[in-house]
């Protein structure tokens, strides 16, 4: 347990005495006072991984029940959306995957980054009291800057999900100085705004809780309390926004999201345009 950083104290008359638990997200750490059926029920912990989401396929592909997490302290080759890397120091953030099995047609699959947004947002909000906005397709933002990130990937027939890996990427505890310069800039972490340390243990069970309650909502009830949800954190009707999409940039006004979470953009011409994937900044 000292090798793992636990500070234990020994003495002959009154045996061990845990004096110090480090801030580590273990099965042990995580589940006792989690309150959810399923999310999180099975920890995978992994003090480093090249990407939790490339482990998590693995276990599912492997049979790997819904709510099943994967966890790792590091990664070494984190995965952010459109192939870019996502920044994974050691011990300061969450780096977490969640097997889905949605009972829902490969067409829908991206609302379910539609709950995970909404959820994300709802767990740092029930966290902190801060607002977070969602800016498309799933970056959680707060006062415009990225605190975290989703990458959900599918495994799935022509008509059939067999299922999703949910991937968060949240900033908890990072130091602004820690953050690559590039996107030094456009990142902050929870810590950041708070202006004090997070306990990763307490964020990750409020997290999980958020992910079943809106999960269980979009399974119940289906896609329209999410994308109501979404749409009060966006607010994207009407804005001016940037897109670039494929190695092409659009300008226009954005409408809304359709009920396959596509971007629909009122283009100069009059015409509206679909996006399913990209990049947006708003102009004004
Ligand atoms: C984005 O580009 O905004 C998405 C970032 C997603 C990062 C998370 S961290 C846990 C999981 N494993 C990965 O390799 N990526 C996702």
Redesign the pocket.
């Known amino acids: 347990m000292r090798a793992a950083g636990y500070e234990i104290k020994a003495s002959r008359r009154l045996g061990y005495h845990l004096v110090q638990a480090p801030d580590l997200l273990t099965p042990e750490e995580v589940l006792p006072g989690l309150k959810t059926r399923t999310f999180g029920r099975k920890v995978h912990y992994f003090p480093a991984?090249?990407?939790?989401?490339?482990e998590?396929y693995q276990l599912a592909l492997q049979g790997g029940r819904e709510g099943e997490i994967?966890i790792?302290e590091c990664?070494r080759?984190?995965?952010?959306?459109?192939g870019?890397p996502?920044f994974?120091p050691a011990f300061v953030?969450?780096?977490?995957?969640v097997i889905l099995r949605p009972p829902i047609s490969p067409h829908h699959a991206s609302l379910i980054t539609f709950v995970a947004a909404v959820a994300t947002a709802e767990a740092v909000e029930r966290f902190s009291g801060m607002k977070p906005s969602i800016k498309w397709p799933?970056?959680i933002l707060v006062k415009g800057r990225?605190l975290?990130?989703?990458?959900n990937e599918i495994h799935s027939e022509a008509d059939r999900i067999h299922f999703v890996?949910l991937?968060?990427?949240?900033n908890l505890n990072v130091d602004e100085n820690m953050f690559p310069r590039k996107i030094r800039s456009l990142a902050t972490s929870l810590k950041r705004e708070m202006g004090q340390a997070i306990s990763r243990k307490a964020f990750l069970q409020i997290l999980l809780e958020e992910l079943e309650h809106w999960y269980e909502i979009f399974l119940r009830k289906g896609s329209s309390p999410i994308l109501k949800a979404w749409r009060a954190r966006a607010r994207i009707a009407g804005k001016q926004v940037k897109i670039s999409s494929f190695d092409e940039v659009f300008v226009g006004r954005a409408v809304d999201v359709d009920s396959e979470g596509a971007l629909l953009v009122q283009m100069r011409d009059g015409k509206q345009k679909r996006i399913v994937a990209g990049d947006v900044e708003y102009t004004k």
Not at 49 to 54: A, G
């Open positions: 991984l090249p990407s939790t989401n490339t998590a994967v790792a990664q080759k984190g995965r952010g959306r459109i870019r996502w994974s953030n969450l780096y977490l995957s799933n970056d990225k975290a990130g989703l990458l890996i991937g968060i990427g949240i």
